[in-house]
């Protein structure tokens, strides 16, 4: 913040700040206080950010983050902002390498945090990821600032803070927080390398078709194996919106059906033969009981519209709403894919359904942020 807040007044950006408070310590309350106050005597607009509701169930830590990330990016986009900045240090990119290594992380993995991507049309930039926490607190300190050290970072339970503590002996071998800091940076320019030979491929073997993929599987089986994961990867992320790829193992099961021509799921998408195709479409299953107001993001990705009706709602088109259709067919889509996409009822009654060729004056279109397949591809 006290970077920032010099950059700021040099060129002449506006700059806010969030302190999200987790609320799982009773210091957390006075923590986000006193970051506030520094906040305030610099001049730059705070405010605390409350993570509320949690279950207590799943991993804590990884629950936590993704609150944190919920809650900036929610805040970013009321205040109007393009871009959040984050503190994430070379220590806590080496830490992510080690954990990723014990898991046998492949490129992807090795390459931990990158130094920006987007957040649902939110830049998240890590601009101090080769800079140490040891630079960091000899600025703090010649710049008369206190900071706080947070105590779960003593915790045991926790991986993290295992790596953590791994890390301070290793470098007698020569592997220090810099070290692993470059061999992430390394591994991220021969990710992005795959990435532009991912896309490349997505454009000779994958057609878009109104939210769906369409994939030539002979084309498919050319490509080296790293390439064919990453496009099966990529193209459930985009179709299902997931935070996280799915297992390595899943993955692999799945090119073995497309291989052989079979249907099979994964990350809540369907993947459905046709002659030497093989579509790719959310699974009926995982959004059967979603419902949206028309106008409303209805799966994470759609917005519907169309003449004003007081009941009409959003719902998959599903059995009931197919049976009713008599033009599906003219999509030149198999039946699985066409059950999942949106339609517009009236209880239980089909108003419109738009990709299955009923559009009856009302329209479907992708959210801008899932609108570019090509464009995840590079993202991830």
């Known amino acids: 913040m006290r970077l920032l807040a010099d950059i700021a007044q040099q060129e002449q950006l506006?700059?806010?700040?969030?302190?999200?408070?987790?609320?799982?310590?009773?210091?957390?309350?006075?923590e986000a206080l006193a970051a506030a106050a520094l906040a305030q005597r610099w001049g730059i607009p705070h405010e605390i950010l409350k993570w509320q509701g949690w279950d207590r169930a799943g991993n804590l830590q990884d629950q936590a983050r993704r609150a944190r990330y919920r809650l900036l990016v929610a805040w970013a986009?009321?205040?109007?902002?393009?871009?959040?900045?984050l503190g994430h240090t070379a220590d806590d990119q080496a830490e992510t390498v080690l954990m990723r290594l014990a898991r046998a992380a492949g490129v992807s993995g090795l390459s931990a945090m990158s130094g920006s991507r987007k957040e649902e049309g939110i830049a998240l930039l890590r601009p101090l990821l080769t800079t140490t926490r040891e630079r960091l607190r000899d600025y703090l300190t010649a710049q008369d600032i206190s900071w706080i050290d947070d105590p779960s970072n003593q915790d045991q339970r926790f991986d993290r803070i295992k790596a953590r503590q791994v890390l301070s002996g290793l470098d007698q071998i020569g592997i220090t927080a810099a070290n692993l800091s470059r061999v992430a940076e390394n591994m991220a320019q021969a990710r992005e390398a795959l990435a532009r030979y991912t896309q490349e491929s997505a454009v000779r073997c994958i057609q878009v078709s109104d939210g769906d993929l369409c994939l030539d599987r002979g084309d498919f089986e050319t490509l080296p194996e790293e390439i064919r994961r990453r496009l099966v990867i990529a193209s459930v992320l985009w179709i299902a919106g997931a935070g996280y790829p799915p297992r390595h193992n899943a993955v692999d099961q799945v090119m073995d059906a497309i291989s052989s021509g079979q249907t099979t799921t994964l990350g809540g998408c369907i993947l459905v033969p046709e002659g030497?195709?093989?579509?790719?479409?959310?699974?009926l299953n995982a959004i059967r009981d979603q419902?949206?107001?028309?106008?409303?993001?209805?799966?994470?990705?759609w917005i519907v519209s169309g003449p004003n009706h007081a009941d009409a709602e959003i719902r998959a088109l599903g059995e009931d709403g197919i049976r009713q259709l008599e033009n599906w067919r003219s999509t030149g889509k198999p039946r699985t894919v066409v059950l999942s996409t949106p339609a517009v009822w009236t209880g239980d009654t089909v108003l419109a359904a738009p990709l299955a060729s009923f559009a009856n004056e009302w329209r479907v279109e992708l959210l801008p942020e899932r609108s570019d397949f090509a464009a995840l591809i590079l993202s991830h």
């Open 14 to 30: 506006e700059l806010y700040a969030a302190t999200v408070d987790h609320g799982l310590r009773p210091e957390s309350a006075s």
């Open 77 to 85: 986009k009321a205040k109007g902002l393009q871009a959040i900045a």
């Open 276 to 283: 030497k195709k093989t579509w790719i479409c959310r699974e």
């Open 291 to 301: 419902c949206a107001r028309p106008l409303e993001p209805w799966d994470r990705r």
